[in-house]
C-alpha cells in the first residue's frame, strides 16, 4: 500500500452505535489530520495531530474521539453519533518541518459515513 | 486570521473551452498556495502548488495557476478543458508552522459536451 489509505470506505451505522474509522498513512510524515466534508459545505478540519500529540480540536463534539497511536496511524472513534453527523471524513498527512510553515497535505480516499 | 474565497461555486463549460476559477486569499504574511482537485467519491489530489520563485506554476492535467501578490490571488486556468476535468477544485493556503491550512469552499467544474 502507498500513500494514505482509510478502512471502511463506507460505513452506516444507527445513533446507540460505536464504531471506528482507520486512517494509515505509509509516507514517512509526521502529522495527520481529520477533515469533515458534508454536501455544500467548505471542508471542516476536525483534528491535527503534529508528531503524534494532539494540537488543534476545532470545536468537535465529545461524540468524536481520535486516537493517535503512532505517526502512522490515526483513529476516529464514533459513538451515539446524530444523522447530521452524515458525511464523508477525510484523512490526511503531511510532513511539517519544524519551524516551517510548509504543509502540503496528502489526502486518503475518506470513508463516507451514513447515520440513521 | 488567514481565509480563502473562491467566488464561483459553479462553472459550467463546454469541451475544449478554456477555464479560469478564481482564488483569493487574505493573509498579511508569505504564504504557500496549493490546488487540490477532489473527483466524484474520492479524496482531494494536489493539482499544483506555489512555494516561491515564478509566478507562473504548472500542475498536472494541463492546468496551471498564476500568483499575483499585489491581488492576493491564485486563479487556475486551463486553455481546453475535457469531460473528465469534471470536479470540485479547492484553493488552500498554508501559512504559519503547524495546522494553519486553511481550505476555499471549492468550486464544482462542470464540462459538458
Known amino acids: 500500500e502507498t500513500g494514505v489509505t482509510q478502512t471502511p470506505r463506507h460505513l452506516v451505522m444507527g445513533m446507540t452505535n460505536k464504531k471506528s474509522l482507520k486512517c494509515e498513512q505509509h509516507l514517512g510524515h509526521n502529522a495527520m489530520y481529520w477533515y469533515k466534508q458534508s454536501a455544500k459545505k467548505p471542508l471542516e478540519l476536525m483534528f491535527v495531530y503534529n508528531f503524534k500529540e494532539q494540537t488543534e480540536n476545532n470545536s468537535v463534539p465529545s461524540r468524536f474521539s481520535p486516537e493517535c497511536p503512532n505517526s502512522s496511524h490515526l483513529f476516529l472513534h464514533l459513538h451515539t453519533l446524530q444523522p447530521e453527523d452524515s458525511a464523508l471524513y477525510l484523512c490526511a498527512s503531511s510532513l511539517q518541518p519544524q519551524g516551517s510553515s510548509y504543509n502540503e497535505q496528502f489526502f486518503g480516499p475518506g470513508t463516507r459515513l451514513t447515520v440513521l | 486570521a488567514q481565509s480563502v474565497t473562491q467566488l464561483d461555486s459553479q462553472v459550467p463549460v463546454f469541451e475544449e473551452a478554456p477555464v479560469e476559477l478564481r482564488c483569493n486569499y487574505s493573509s498579511s504574511v508569505s504564504v504557500y498556495l496549493f490546488w487540490y482537485v477532489q473527483y466524484p467519491n474520492q479524496g482531494l489530489q494536489l493539482l499544483l502548488k506555489?512555494?516561491?520563485?515564478?509566478?507562473l506554476v504548472k500542475g498536472i492535467n494541463g492546468f496551471e495557476a498564476e500568483f499575483n501578490k499585489s491581488q492576493t490571488s491564485f486563479h487556475l486556468r486551463k486553455p481546453s478543458v475535457h469531460i473528465s476535468d469534471t470536479a470540485e477544485y479547492f484553493c488552500?493556503?498554508?501559512?504559519?508552522?503547524?495546522?494553519?491550512?486553511?481550505f476555499g469552499p471549492g468550486t464544482r467544474l462542470s464540462v459538458l459536451p
Open positions: 506555489y512555494l516561491s520563485g515564478s509566478t
Open positions: 488552500a493556503v498554508s501559512v504559519g508552522y503547524g495546522q494553519n491550512f486553511v
